[in-house]
């Protein structure tokens, strides 16, 4: 994974919702997929996965909304009520959908700071999007154990182990 800051701020288009990411994310996606193109209205989503815990609103409130996703499990989207930015989202992820957050790193302030660590689903990836040719990229989604860092994998780990103690 790429150097991360341990904090970074974030918010929606016209300022009322503002939140903060402390600690790096577990990974960041850039999402080929054709959902994502389609509920995005772009050619890909970039997500940085982060621990529920470690995301925390600084003003305003967020409005849940609950989609469709390609797995059947849906996801909710978490949105400003009043500009209708959407800030992230939680997805199923094998139970896990309460403890991840898959922060839109467009609304962080500094988005720079988190390039993706991987380019998934890119099988439906638009043809003239060029991926750098060092980046990681698969053509639709990865084995954990053979992506993640040995720290995001504790981590993971460890959210595992308190869904099933809950």
Known sequence: MNQKTETCDGGC?????RYRVE???LIVHCCHCRWCQRQTGTAFALNALIEATRVSLLAGEVETIDTLSPSGKGQIIARCPKCRVAVWSNYHMGGLRERIRFIRVGTLDNPDR???DVHIFTSTKQPWVILPPDDYAVDEFYNYENTWTRGSLKR????IEAMKAS
């Open 156 to 159: 993971r780990a460890a959210m």
């Open 114 to 116: 988190l390039p993706p």
């Open 13 to 17: 288009g016209c300022g009322s919702v």
């Open 23 to 25: 600690l790096e994310p």
